[in-house]
């Protein structure tokens, strides 16, 4: 079973930076693909990043591209979610999620019900 542990969150001001890390101690970790998913207060849940297995394929959601970058290491086991230009309605809970993906499969999935293993989830919040 994979284990997932999001790091990395805190209190910001805007326009500061922050790295979020997702991290699996367990699992074929380089066999899953992974989302970044963000839930504000009184929000559903949104995709915000995904990444493929192999890494080659990425993508955002409209509001976060330019300052959003999502990369993997499989040394460590981890990905990570580099948020730059942060802005207050960044605001939100962001949980990372692992779903397996065949080699050919170069798709990222945007539905939350598409993840197989969840984290717990790390507190973001930006003060304006």
């Known amino acids: 079973q994979v284990q997932l542990a999001e790091s990395g969150g805190g209190l910001v001001q805007a326009g500061a930076s922050l790295r979020l890390s997702c991290a699996s101690s367990r699992g074929a970790f380089s066999s899953w693909a992974i989302g970044w998913f963000r839930q504000a207060p009184g929000k559903e849940r949104e995709f915000v990043s995904g990444?493929?297995?192999?890494?080659?394929?990425?993508r955002y959601i409209d509001s976060v591209k330019g300052r959003f970058t999502i990369t993997r290491d499989y040394a460590k086991n981890a990905v990570y979610l580099q948020m730059n230009s942060l802005k207050p309605e960044d605001t939100a809970i962001y949980s990372c999620?692992?779903?397996?993906?065949?080699?050919?499969?170069?798709?990222?999935?945007?539905?939350?019900?598409?993840?197989?293993?969840w984290g717990q989830g790390t507190q973001v919040t930006v003060s304006s």
């Open positions: 999620a692992a779903r397996r993906q065949i080699l050919t499969d170069q798709s990222i999935r945007d539905t939350a019900g598409e993840y197989d293993y």
């Open positions: 990444i493929t297995r192999n890494g080659r394929t990425t």
